[in-house]
Protein backbone atom coordinates (compact mmCIF):
# COMPACT_ATOMS: atom_id res chain seq x y z
CA UNK A 1 0.00 0.00 0.00
CA UNK A 2 1.73 3.60 -0.68
CA UNK A 3 1.55 6.30 1.62
CA UNK A 4 -0.53 8.61 -0.48
CA UNK A 5 -3.32 5.51 -0.46
CA UNK A 6 -2.58 4.74 3.78
CA UNK A 7 -3.15 8.32 4.63
CA UNK A 8 -6.39 8.82 1.92
CA UNK A 9 -8.34 5.63 3.48
CA UNK A 10 -8.15 7.16 6.93
CA UNK A 11 -9.09 10.42 5.88
CA UNK A 12 -12.18 9.58 4.02
CA UNK A 13 -12.96 6.69 6.31
CA UNK A 14 -13.43 9.81 9.14
CA UNK A 15 -14.79 12.57 6.90
CA UNK A 16 -18.10 12.19 7.31
CA UNK A 17 -17.65 12.92 10.83
CA UNK A 18 -15.03 15.26 10.78
CA UNK A 19 -12.98 13.65 13.45
CA UNK A 20 -8.78 12.95 13.90
CA UNK A 21 -7.30 9.70 12.41
CA UNK A 22 -5.67 9.10 15.47
CA UNK A 23 -5.61 8.92 19.23
CA UNK A 24 -4.18 10.86 22.29
CA UNK A 25 -3.88 11.40 26.09
CA UNK A 26 -5.78 14.23 28.54
CA UNK A 27 -6.19 15.80 31.49
CA UNK A 28 -8.62 19.21 32.97
CA UNK A 29 -8.49 23.00 33.32
CA UNK A 30 -9.36 25.73 35.67
CA UNK A 31 -13.03 25.01 35.97
CA UNK A 32 -12.26 22.03 38.29
CA UNK A 33 -14.05 22.71 41.51
CA UNK A 34 -11.00 22.29 43.85
CA UNK A 35 -12.20 19.43 45.77
CA UNK A 36 -9.76 17.50 47.56
CA UNK A 37 -10.96 14.71 45.96
CA UNK A 38 -9.83 11.78 42.91
CA UNK A 39 -10.81 14.19 40.51
CA UNK A 40 -7.71 16.35 40.94
CA UNK A 41 -5.87 13.35 38.76
CA UNK A 42 -7.50 14.81 35.90
CA UNK A 43 -7.25 18.51 36.42
CA UNK A 44 -5.57 20.21 33.52
CA UNK A 45 -2.51 22.99 33.80
CA UNK A 46 -3.36 26.53 33.44
CA UNK A 47 0.54 27.64 33.15
CA UNK A 48 2.73 26.52 29.73
CA UNK A 49 5.15 25.39 32.03
CA UNK A 50 6.50 24.73 35.18
CA UNK A 51 9.48 26.37 37.15
CA UNK A 52 12.28 24.46 39.25
CA UNK A 53 10.82 22.98 42.37
CA UNK A 54 12.80 21.08 45.04
CA UNK A 55 10.94 17.57 46.75
CA UNK A 56 10.97 17.33 50.23
CA UNK A 57 12.60 13.77 50.43
CA UNK A 58 11.99 10.92 53.04
CA UNK A 59 14.95 8.21 53.29
CA UNK A 60 17.47 7.38 51.07
CA UNK A 61 17.99 7.99 47.37
CA UNK A 62 20.08 4.70 45.52
CA UNK A 63 22.82 6.14 43.88
CA UNK A 64 22.23 3.95 40.72
CA UNK A 65 18.65 6.65 40.93
CA UNK A 66 20.87 9.63 40.34
CA UNK A 67 19.64 10.78 36.79
CA UNK A 68 16.25 11.94 35.74
CA UNK A 69 12.83 10.35 35.47
CA UNK A 70 10.85 11.66 33.09
CA UNK A 71 6.82 11.50 32.64
CA UNK A 72 4.16 12.11 29.89
CA UNK A 73 0.72 12.74 29.88
CA UNK A 74 -2.04 14.63 28.72
CA UNK A 75 -2.28 18.00 30.96
CA UNK A 76 -4.10 20.58 28.62
CA UNK A 77 -7.86 19.79 28.42
CA UNK A 78 -9.80 22.72 28.34
CA UNK A 79 -9.80 26.02 26.69
CA UNK A 80 -12.62 28.78 26.20
CA UNK A 81 -14.98 26.99 28.32
CA UNK A 82 -14.27 24.08 25.93
CA UNK A 83 -13.35 20.77 28.35
CA UNK A 84 -12.18 17.33 26.80
CA UNK A 85 -14.22 14.76 27.65
CA UNK A 86 -11.96 11.56 27.28
CA UNK A 87 -8.23 10.99 28.87
CA UNK A 88 -7.28 10.47 25.67
CA UNK A 89 -7.23 13.91 24.13
CA UNK A 90 -5.05 15.85 26.12
CA UNK A 91 -1.99 17.83 25.10
CA UNK A 92 1.11 16.46 26.05
CA UNK A 93 3.46 17.58 28.62
CA UNK A 94 6.56 15.95 30.22
CA UNK A 95 7.26 16.10 33.33
CA UNK A 96 11.24 15.95 34.40
CA UNK A 97 12.46 15.06 38.07
CA UNK A 98 15.83 15.16 37.71
CA UNK A 99 17.46 13.37 40.76
CA UNK A 100 20.90 13.82 42.76
CA UNK A 101 22.66 13.31 45.87
CA UNK A 102 21.33 16.56 46.30
CA UNK A 103 17.79 15.52 46.19
CA UNK A 104 14.61 15.83 43.54
CA UNK A 105 14.38 18.75 41.54
CA UNK A 106 11.01 19.07 39.47
CA UNK A 107 10.27 21.37 36.14
CA UNK A 108 7.33 20.68 33.44
CA UNK A 109 6.49 22.07 30.01
CA UNK A 110 4.16 21.48 27.16
CA UNK A 111 4.84 19.62 24.07
CA UNK A 112 5.30 22.52 21.65
CA UNK A 113 3.42 20.45 18.82
CA UNK A 114 1.28 22.23 15.79
CA UNK A 115 -1.71 21.79 17.10
CA UNK A 116 -0.70 23.51 20.63
CA UNK A 117 1.37 26.43 19.19
CA UNK A 118 -1.91 26.94 17.02
CA UNK A 119 -4.40 26.75 19.67
CA UNK A 120 -2.43 28.72 22.23
CA UNK A 121 -2.14 31.43 20.05
CA UNK A 122 -5.90 31.30 19.41
CA UNK A 123 -6.79 30.61 22.83
CA UNK A 124 -9.15 28.28 22.18
CA UNK A 125 -8.91 24.04 20.94
CA UNK A 126 -9.30 24.12 16.72
CA UNK A 127 -9.04 20.42 16.64
CA UNK A 128 -11.66 17.90 16.72
CA UNK A 129 -9.64 14.84 19.74
CA UNK A 130 -9.83 11.64 19.39
CA UNK A 131 -13.01 11.51 21.56
CA UNK A 132 -14.39 15.01 21.28
CA UNK A 133 -15.92 17.21 19.26
CA UNK A 134 -15.01 20.44 19.35
CA UNK A 135 -17.45 22.75 18.31
CA UNK A 136 -16.40 25.18 15.19
CA UNK A 137 -13.44 23.08 14.50
CA UNK A 138 -10.75 23.41 11.73
CA UNK A 139 -10.98 20.13 9.46
CA UNK A 140 -7.75 17.99 10.42
CA UNK A 141 -5.36 18.11 7.30
CA UNK A 142 -3.22 15.33 8.43
CA UNK A 143 -2.54 12.67 10.92
CA UNK A 144 -0.60 15.56 12.80
CA UNK A 145 -3.39 18.05 12.86
CA UNK A 146 -4.38 16.78 15.81
CA UNK A 147 -1.21 15.12 17.18
CA UNK A 148 -1.15 16.09 21.05
CA UNK A 149 2.18 13.99 22.04
CA UNK A 150 0.73 12.67 25.51
CA UNK A 151 1.55 9.27 26.08
CA UNK A 152 4.99 8.00 26.55
CA UNK A 153 8.60 8.96 26.24
CA UNK A 154 11.55 7.25 24.50
CA UNK A 155 15.33 7.83 24.39
CA UNK A 156 16.79 8.04 20.98
CA UNK A 157 19.68 9.99 19.72
CA UNK A 158 20.33 12.84 22.48
CA UNK A 159 16.86 13.44 22.84
CA UNK A 160 13.81 12.66 24.05
CA UNK A 161 10.97 11.11 21.17
CA UNK A 162 7.13 12.18 23.20
CA UNK A 163 4.82 9.57 21.06
CA UNK A 164 1.56 9.52 19.95
CA UNK A 165 -0.60 6.64 18.47
CA UNK A 166 -1.98 8.38 15.58
CA UNK A 167 0.95 10.37 14.15
CA UNK A 168 4.49 11.40 14.41
CA UNK A 169 6.75 11.24 17.41
CA UNK A 170 7.98 14.69 18.40
CA UNK A 171 11.99 15.38 19.20
CA UNK A 172 12.53 17.00 22.86
CA UNK A 173 15.59 18.18 24.56
CA UNK A 174 16.07 16.33 27.75
CA UNK A 175 17.43 19.05 29.73
CA UNK A 176 15.43 22.13 28.79
CA UNK A 177 12.02 20.02 27.43
CA UNK A 178 12.30 22.56 24.26
CA UNK A 179 10.90 20.96 21.65
CA UNK A 180 13.03 20.21 18.34
CA UNK A 181 10.39 19.62 16.04
CA UNK A 182 7.86 16.82 14.66
CA UNK A 183 10.06 13.60 14.27
CA UNK A 184 10.13 12.49 10.19
CA UNK A 185 12.09 9.49 9.86
CA UNK A 186 11.67 9.34 5.99
CA UNK A 187 10.19 12.12 3.32
CA UNK A 188 7.52 9.12 2.57
CA UNK A 189 6.86 8.61 5.78
CA UNK A 190 5.72 12.18 6.98
CA UNK A 191 2.45 11.83 9.33
CA UNK A 192 2.12 8.40 9.43
CA UNK A 193 1.07 6.65 12.32
CA UNK A 194 3.51 5.64 15.05
CA UNK A 195 2.66 3.93 18.01
CA UNK A 196 3.61 5.33 21.55
CA UNK A 197 5.09 1.98 22.40
CA UNK A 198 8.59 1.70 20.20
CA UNK A 199 10.68 -0.88 21.25
CA UNK A 200 14.76 -1.30 21.04
CA UNK A 201 16.34 -4.69 19.74
CA UNK A 202 19.84 -5.77 21.89
CA UNK A 203 21.78 -4.32 18.44
CA UNK A 204 20.11 -1.16 19.00
CA UNK A 205 17.16 -1.69 16.07
CA UNK A 206 14.19 0.12 16.72
CA UNK A 207 10.87 -1.96 15.94
CA UNK A 208 7.56 0.02 16.07
CA UNK A 209 4.54 -0.51 14.06
CA UNK A 210 1.57 2.01 12.97
CA UNK A 211 -2.25 1.55 13.72
CA UNK A 212 -4.76 2.01 10.60
CA UNK A 213 -7.87 0.05 11.14
CA UNK A 214 -9.90 2.59 8.80
CA UNK A 215 -7.20 1.46 6.00
CA UNK A 216 -8.41 -0.46 3.12
CA UNK A 217 -11.39 -3.49 3.84
CA UNK A 218 -10.02 -5.04 6.92
CA UNK A 219 -7.47 -2.01 8.54
CA UNK A 220 -3.50 -2.32 7.92
CA UNK A 221 -0.65 -2.26 10.79
CA UNK A 222 2.47 -0.53 9.65
CA UNK A 223 5.83 -1.66 10.55
CA UNK A 224 8.80 0.14 11.17
CA UNK A 225 12.50 -1.38 11.52
CA UNK A 226 15.37 1.68 12.09
CA UNK A 227 18.38 1.55 12.61
CA UNK A 228 20.55 3.17 15.25
CA UNK A 229 21.41 5.73 12.96
CA UNK A 230 17.67 6.60 12.60
CA UNK A 231 17.90 4.91 8.93
CA UNK A 232 14.67 3.47 8.31
CA UNK A 233 15.88 0.46 7.01
CA UNK A 234 12.08 -1.36 6.53
CA UNK A 235 8.70 0.17 6.33
CA UNK A 236 5.96 -1.97 5.59
CA UNK A 237 2.10 -1.77 5.41
CA UNK A 238 0.67 -5.49 7.27
CA UNK A 239 -2.57 -6.05 6.43
CA UNK A 240 -4.87 -7.15 9.53
CA UNK A 241 -7.83 -9.89 9.77
CA UNK A 242 -10.24 -6.94 11.03
CA UNK A 243 -10.63 -3.31 11.64
CA UNK A 244 -9.06 -4.36 15.53
CA UNK A 245 -7.88 -1.11 17.93
CA UNK A 246 -4.30 -1.95 18.71
CA UNK A 247 -2.15 0.37 21.39
CA UNK A 248 1.18 -1.73 21.60
CA UNK A 249 3.20 -4.66 21.04
CA UNK A 250 5.60 -7.51 21.83
CA UNK A 251 9.02 -8.46 20.53
CA UNK A 252 10.98 -12.12 20.70
CA UNK A 253 14.29 -12.70 18.95
CA UNK A 254 12.04 -13.61 15.58
CA UNK A 255 8.84 -12.09 16.19
CA UNK A 256 6.72 -9.29 16.36
CA UNK A 257 3.92 -10.15 18.29
CA UNK A 258 0.27 -7.65 18.27
CA UNK A 259 -2.51 -8.18 20.02
CA UNK A 260 -5.55 -7.23 17.92
CA UNK A 261 -8.53 -7.29 20.38
CA UNK A 262 -12.23 -7.90 19.50
CA UNK A 263 -12.81 -3.33 19.62
CA UNK A 264 -14.06 -2.70 15.52
CA UNK A 265 -13.37 0.26 13.95
CA UNK A 266 -16.88 0.35 11.73
CA UNK A 267 -16.88 4.28 10.73
CA UNK A 268 -19.58 6.65 11.96
CA UNK A 269 -20.05 7.91 15.40
CA UNK A 270 -18.69 11.31 16.21
CA UNK A 271 -15.47 10.61 17.20
CA UNK A 272 -12.50 8.52 16.75
CA UNK A 273 -13.34 6.53 19.56
CA UNK A 274 -17.07 6.38 19.45
CA UNK A 275 -16.33 4.80 15.60
CA UNK A 276 -15.36 1.69 17.71
CA UNK A 277 -17.61 -1.07 18.49
CA UNK A 278 -17.09 -3.98 20.83
CA UNK A 279 -17.56 -7.15 19.00
CA UNK A 280 -17.01 -10.37 21.00
CA UNK A 281 -18.82 -12.32 18.32
CA UNK A 282 -15.67 -11.97 16.43
CA UNK A 283 -13.02 -13.17 19.11
CA UNK A 284 -9.49 -11.59 18.88
CA UNK A 285 -6.28 -12.09 17.27
CA UNK A 286 -2.62 -12.25 17.47
CA UNK A 287 -0.70 -11.45 14.31
CA UNK A 288 2.94 -12.29 14.54
CA UNK A 289 5.84 -10.60 12.26
CA UNK A 290 8.71 -12.24 11.26
CA UNK A 291 11.44 -9.53 11.85
CA UNK A 292 14.13 -11.24 9.43
CA UNK A 293 10.83 -10.93 7.07
CA UNK A 294 8.51 -8.93 7.36
CA UNK A 295 6.52 -10.79 4.51
CA UNK A 296 6.20 -14.05 6.96
CA UNK A 297 3.26 -13.51 8.81
CA UNK A 298 0.56 -15.45 11.15
CA UNK A 299 -2.78 -14.50 12.43
CA UNK A 300 -3.94 -16.72 15.12
CA UNK A 301 -7.71 -16.38 16.96
CA UNK A 302 -7.65 -16.33 20.41
CA UNK A 303 -10.94 -15.37 22.94
CA UNK A 304 -12.34 -12.32 22.61
CA UNK A 305 -10.76 -9.33 24.73
CA UNK A 306 -8.85 -6.01 24.96
CA UNK A 307 -5.42 -5.09 25.52
CA UNK A 308 -3.49 -1.76 26.56
CA UNK A 309 -0.35 -3.04 27.05
CA UNK A 310 2.36 -6.03 27.55
CA UNK A 311 5.03 -7.07 29.87
CA UNK A 312 7.32 -9.04 27.56
CA UNK A 313 7.41 -11.85 25.53
CA UNK A 314 9.80 -14.94 24.42
CA UNK A 315 10.20 -18.27 22.81
CA UNK A 316 9.89 -21.64 24.38
CA UNK A 317 10.38 -24.65 22.32
CA UNK A 318 7.41 -24.23 19.87
CA UNK A 319 5.52 -21.32 21.51
CA UNK A 320 5.76 -17.41 21.86
CA UNK A 321 4.36 -16.70 25.26
CA UNK A 322 3.47 -13.22 26.06
CA UNK A 323 1.96 -11.55 29.33
CA UNK A 324 -0.38 -9.13 29.18
CA UNK A 325 -2.95 -6.70 30.65
CA UNK A 326 -6.08 -8.71 29.34
CA UNK A 327 -9.34 -6.92 29.75
CA UNK A 328 -12.62 -8.88 29.52
CA UNK A 329 -14.30 -5.60 27.50
CA UNK A 330 -13.21 -2.57 25.69
CA UNK A 331 -15.44 -0.38 28.46
CA UNK A 332 -12.57 0.99 29.59
CA UNK A 333 -11.85 2.67 26.44
CA UNK A 334 -15.25 3.83 25.70
CA UNK A 335 -16.88 4.78 29.14
CA UNK A 336 -14.49 4.53 31.51
CA UNK A 337 -12.01 7.07 30.52
CA UNK A 338 -15.18 9.07 30.04
CA UNK A 339 -16.45 8.73 33.38
CA UNK A 340 -12.76 9.20 34.84
CA UNK A 341 -12.98 12.80 32.79
CA UNK A 342 -16.10 14.01 34.39
CA UNK A 343 -16.05 16.93 36.59
CA UNK A 344 -19.27 16.53 37.97
CA UNK A 345 -19.44 12.75 38.92
CA UNK A 346 -20.57 12.35 42.44
CA UNK A 347 -18.34 9.16 42.97
CA UNK A 348 -15.44 7.01 41.56
CA UNK A 349 -16.91 5.44 38.37
CA UNK A 350 -16.74 1.23 37.82
CA UNK A 351 -15.15 -0.15 34.67
CA UNK A 352 -13.49 -3.08 34.22
CA UNK A 353 -9.93 -3.96 35.06
CA UNK A 354 -7.41 -5.54 33.44
CA UNK A 355 -5.74 -9.19 34.86
CA UNK A 356 -2.65 -10.10 34.59
CA UNK A 357 -2.75 -13.20 31.83
CA UNK A 358 -0.35 -15.42 29.88
CA UNK A 359 -1.27 -16.14 25.92
CA UNK A 360 0.92 -19.12 24.59
CA UNK A 361 1.18 -18.94 21.16
CA UNK A 362 1.93 -21.75 18.34
CA UNK A 363 2.97 -20.66 14.69
CA UNK A 364 3.35 -24.16 13.50
CA UNK A 365 -0.08 -25.00 15.38
CA UNK A 366 -1.56 -22.22 14.59
CA UNK A 367 -3.19 -22.57 17.83
CA UNK A 368 -3.29 -20.05 20.88
CA UNK A 369 -4.05 -20.58 24.21
CA UNK A 370 -5.03 -17.61 27.20
CA UNK A 371 -4.04 -18.08 31.16
CA UNK A 372 -6.04 -15.47 32.91
CA UNK A 373 -4.70 -15.01 36.88
CA UNK A 374 -6.83 -13.21 39.28
CA UNK A 375 -4.28 -10.36 39.45
CA UNK A 376 -5.49 -7.00 38.42
CA UNK A 377 -2.71 -5.33 37.07
CA UNK A 378 -2.12 -2.53 34.70
CA UNK A 379 1.11 -0.67 33.03
CA UNK A 380 2.86 -4.11 33.43
CA UNK A 381 6.96 -3.68 33.22
CA UNK A 382 9.97 -6.07 33.35
CA UNK A 383 13.81 -6.21 34.13
CA UNK A 384 14.50 -6.82 30.65
CA UNK A 385 18.24 -7.72 30.97
CA UNK A 386 16.58 -11.03 31.72
CA UNK A 387 13.29 -12.12 29.92
CA UNK A 388 12.33 -15.16 30.26
CA UNK A 389 9.19 -17.69 31.99
CA UNK A 390 10.64 -16.47 35.38
CA UNK A 391 10.91 -13.06 34.83
CA UNK A 392 8.83 -10.87 37.77
CA UNK A 393 6.15 -8.70 36.49
CA UNK A 394 5.67 -5.10 38.20
CA UNK A 395 2.95 -3.18 37.64
CA UNK A 396 -0.06 -1.12 39.30
CA UNK A 397 -2.85 -2.56 41.17
CA UNK A 398 -5.31 -2.40 43.91
CA UNK A 399 -5.05 -2.81 47.95
CA UNK A 400 -8.12 -4.79 47.18
CA UNK A 401 -11.03 -5.19 44.03
CA UNK A 402 -13.35 -2.88 45.99
CA UNK A 403 -10.29 -0.20 46.32
CA UNK A 404 -12.57 3.04 44.35
CA UNK A 405 -9.35 4.14 42.63
CA UNK A 406 -7.65 3.87 39.47
CA UNK A 407 -4.64 2.49 41.49
CA UNK A 408 -3.33 2.41 44.77
CA UNK A 409 -0.31 -0.22 45.02
CA UNK A 410 2.00 -1.71 43.01
CA UNK A 411 2.38 -5.08 42.76
CA UNK A 412 5.13 -7.81 41.72
CA UNK A 413 4.08 -11.06 40.22
CA UNK A 414 6.50 -14.32 39.97
CA UNK A 415 4.54 -15.92 37.30
CA UNK A 416 5.49 -19.44 37.25
CA UNK A 417 4.99 -19.62 40.84
CA UNK A 418 2.16 -17.43 40.89
CA UNK A 419 3.74 -15.78 43.90
CA UNK A 420 2.84 -12.03 44.43
CA UNK A 421 4.23 -8.83 46.62
CA UNK A 422 2.62 -5.87 46.86
CA UNK A 423 3.11 -2.16 48.66
CA UNK A 424 -0.24 -0.88 49.37
CA UNK A 425 -0.41 2.87 49.65
CA UNK A 426 -2.28 5.19 51.67
CA UNK A 427 -5.75 6.30 51.65
CA UNK A 428 -6.06 8.98 48.71
CA UNK A 429 -2.86 8.21 46.74
CA UNK A 430 -3.07 7.09 43.08
CA UNK A 431 -0.08 5.59 41.63
CA UNK A 432 1.56 5.89 38.35
CA UNK A 433 3.38 3.16 36.40
CA UNK A 434 6.75 1.64 37.83
CA UNK A 435 10.05 1.81 36.02
CA UNK A 436 12.68 -1.06 36.78
CA UNK A 437 16.08 0.39 37.38
CA UNK A 438 18.92 -1.82 37.70
CA UNK A 439 21.45 -1.40 40.34
CA UNK A 440 25.00 -1.91 40.92
CA UNK A 441 24.95 -5.30 42.57
CA UNK A 442 23.46 -6.33 39.07
CA UNK A 443 20.81 -9.05 40.31
CA UNK A 444 17.83 -6.59 41.40
CA UNK A 445 17.13 -3.26 41.24
CA UNK A 446 14.76 -0.31 42.32
CA UNK A 447 11.26 0.98 41.52
CA UNK A 448 10.45 4.16 40.76
CA UNK A 449 7.44 6.08 39.67
CA UNK A 450 5.31 9.09 40.67
CA UNK A 451 1.89 9.20 42.67
CA UNK A 452 -0.68 12.18 43.46
CA UNK A 453 -1.97 12.66 47.22
CA UNK A 454 -5.49 13.86 46.22
CA UNK A 455 -6.41 14.92 49.98
CA UNK A 456 -3.25 16.98 50.05
CA UNK A 457 -3.12 18.04 46.40
CA UNK A 458 0.67 17.17 46.77
CA UNK A 459 2.25 15.09 43.65
CA UNK A 460 6.11 12.58 44.95
CA UNK A 461 8.17 10.25 43.74
CA UNK A 462 8.44 6.69 45.36
CA UNK A 463 11.23 4.26 45.11
CA UNK A 464 10.61 0.66 46.01
CA UNK A 465 13.43 -2.45 46.08
CA UNK A 466 11.83 -4.60 43.40
CA UNK A 467 12.90 -7.60 45.77
CA UNK A 468 11.07 -6.66 48.68
CA UNK A 469 8.15 -4.53 47.86
CA UNK A 470 5.89 -5.38 51.13
CA UNK A 471 8.91 -3.33 53.10
CA UNK A 472 7.80 -0.30 51.59
CA UNK A 473 9.31 2.40 50.16
CA UNK A 474 13.34 3.10 50.20
CA UNK A 475 12.60 6.66 49.70
CA UNK A 476 9.54 9.36 49.07
CA UNK A 477 9.74 13.10 47.96
CA UNK A 478 6.91 14.82 47.73
CA UNK A 479 6.58 19.23 46.79
CA UNK A 480 4.14 21.87 47.11
CA UNK A 481 2.65 21.03 43.59
CA UNK A 482 -0.25 18.17 41.96
CA UNK A 483 0.75 16.78 38.82
CA UNK A 484 -2.32 15.58 36.92
CA UNK A 485 -2.25 12.12 36.32
CA UNK A 486 0.05 10.42 33.15
CA UNK A 487 0.39 7.23 30.81
CA UNK A 488 4.13 6.59 30.48
CA UNK A 489 7.65 7.35 31.39
CA UNK A 490 10.99 6.56 31.03
CA UNK A 491 14.45 6.74 33.36
CA UNK A 492 17.84 8.34 32.00
CA UNK A 493 20.68 7.58 34.42
CA UNK A 494 23.19 9.90 35.02
CA UNK A 495 26.42 10.06 32.82
Sequence with gaps: ??????????????????????????????????????????????????????????????????????RNGPAKTERADVRYRHWFDGD????????????????????????????????????????????????????????????????????????WEGGSAYGVDPATLATHGRKDWRSDLTHMPFSAHPLVDKDGTLWNFGSAPYAGSNG??????????????????????????????????????????????????????????????????????NKNDLSQQHTIEVPPGFVFHGAHAFEQGDEIVARVSLYDDAGVMDSGMIALMDAEAASYPEFSRAHLATLRINPKSGKASVEKTDTLMEFPGIDSRFVNASTPVFGVGHRDVSTPTISDAI???????????RFAFPDHHMVEEPLFVADERGDSGWLIGTYLNYATARSGVYILDAKHLADGPVATAEMERSLPLGFHGCFVGAA
Excluded at 260 to 283: C, I, M, R, S, Y
Excluded at 411 to 421: F, L
Design 411 to 421: IRVDPESGKEQ
Design 220 to 289: AIFVYEIAPDSTVRNAKAVPTPARSYAHSFLMTEQWLVIYLGAHLFEAGGDTFVDAFQWKPENGSHVLLI
Design 92 to 163: GMIQRFAISADGISHTGRFVDTEKFVEEEAAGRFLYSAAGTVVPNGKGSRNNDSGNVANTALLPWNGELLAL
Design 1 to 70: MKRREFLGAGLASLAASQILVCLASEWVDSTYSGARDWRLGWQSVATRSYDPLRLEVTGKIPESLYGVLF
